[in-house]
T-cell receptor
């Protein structure tokens, strides 16, 4: 069974700090990796995706992928209270079926 | 452009009752998906439709049926609801079924089965 694991948190960081969110996956055939943000009571929204090993930056967000270690991470620089949410890691396999981790709850304290 | 819409937003059922969750998208997407999300867990795929006229089982299909009514609409039916089906249900769509194509999510349906 394909698994995606995340620490459920909460991860608490002060405003302005870097938040580091981690995710591991079990299926070596996984091809695409996504980070979704989900506010309480809302639907997931895509914030980053990454396909290749290395780093990908988009504004305050950086996704990192290490396929050899089966590890994906998301860094949020200059964290803001509005970043407080649950972050879901998702892995796509053939047919665009997503397998999600349980999510990490991030709390950014002013 | 409403994106992905779902009805109803909330529903309470008694054990054994049936109901259909509706999903529609106006983005001319080919692929549509149904997920469920339980507390503390990520989303799990129930069924998906890669294109109009096709449907396939996902990770947790038992107790559900789906219909891809046309390119826009993808419905999820619970024939005999059970308390274990209490969950939040999300519909999503993507332009193609290609691996990695972004999925856009609807607002969700919160279902309680008593």
């Amino acid at each position: 069974q394909k698994e995606v694991e995340q620490n459920s948190g909460p991860l608490s960081v002060p405003e302005g700090a870097i938040a580091s969110l981690n995710c591991t996956y079990s299926d070596r055939g996984s091809q695409s990796f996504f980070w979704y943000r989900q506010y309480s009571g809302k639907s997931p929204e895509l914030i980053m995706f990454i396909y290749s090993n290395g780093d990908k930056e988009d504004g305050r967000f950086t996704a990192q992928l290490n396929k050899a270690s089966q590890y994906v991470s998301l860094l949020i620089r200059d964290s803001q209270p509005s970043d407080s949410a649950t972050y879901l890691c998702a892995v796509a396999n053939a047919g665009n079926m997503l397998t999600f981790g349980g999510g990490t709850r991030l709390m950014v304290k002013p | 452009n409403a994106g992905v819409t779902q009805t109803p937003k909330f529903q309470v059922l008694k054990t054994g009752q049936s109901m259909t969750l509706q999903c529609a998208q106006d983005m001319n997407h080919n692929s549509m998906y149904w997920y469920r999300q339980d507390p503390g867990m990520g989303l799990r795929l129930i069924y998906y439709s890669a294109s109009e006229g096709t449907t396939d089982k996902g990770e947790v299909p038992n107790g559900y049926n789906v219909s891809r009514l046309n390119k826009r609409e993808f419905s999820l039916r619970l024939e005999s609801a059970a308390p274990s089906q209490t969950s939040v249900y999300f519909c999503a769509s993507s332009e193609t079924p290609s691996t990695g194509d972004e999925q856009y999510f609807g607002p969700g349906t919160r279902l309680t089965v008593t």
